[in-house]
């Protein structure tokens, strides 16, 4: 069985009767957790940004409660879970904003929390490349926006000699 591409499921899905449509919704929303998750965001929470990054932001909060620094690759594993979660709630909206909101909470939370960074190069490649995304991020946004989320950005730098690449290419571009 081929599967039909996204244009031909649209021209498709404009024929059927609202009827169908609901059911076949409905039947999606049956078979997988992230399908219903999806249809939760965009039928209750789409309308409320703020009230969702602040829900994600809860969800990133007690991550970071249960995360235990007793090996390095135990704090990884943990990490890489909360960041997981976090990816998964910005995939659902598509906006850079929410994109950078999201993950500059994540690094800020990492930082606040005592947890080291620098341990082990593992750990600092995954902060230094969320550093990253939440810079090509805010590269999108209005320049308003830029201004007060660049400042949190570069209060979460690595200090110097701690961080690679992240820490070479701030200090380039300004």
Not at 43 to 49: M, V
Not at 64 to 76: I, P, Q, R, S, W
Not at 80 to 99: D, F, H, M, P
Request: charged share 25%; proline share 3%; with cysteine.
């Amino acid at each position: 069985m081929k599967t039909a591409s996204v244009q031909e499921l649209k021209q498709e899905l404009q024929s059927v009767p609202p009827a169908r449509l609901l059911e076949l919704c409905l039947r999606l929303a049956r078979f997988k957790k992230e399908n219903k998750e999806l249809l939760t965001y965009l039928l209750f929470e789409a309308h409320d940004e703020e009230g969702y990054i602040n829900s994600v932001n809860q969800l990133i909060d007690e991550g970071f409660a249960g995360v235990t620094n007793t090996t390095t690759y135990l704090l990884k594993k943990s990490l890489r879970k909360i960041l997981r979660i976090a990816n998964k709630y910005i995939r659902y909206t598509g906006s850079k904003q929410v994109e950078a909101a999201v993950l500059l909470h994540y690094c800020a939370q990492w930082k606040a929390s005592g947890l080291p960074v620098d341990k082990a190069t593992v750990l600092v490649k995954i902060y230094e490349q969320q550093l990253k995304k939440i810079a090509a991020a805010i590269a999108t946004l209005h320049e308003d926006l830029q201004y007060d989320y660049q400042k949190e950005l570069d209060s979460l730098q690595l200090p110097p000699g701690k961080g690679g690449l992240i820490s070479k290419l701030f200090k380039k571009n300004r």
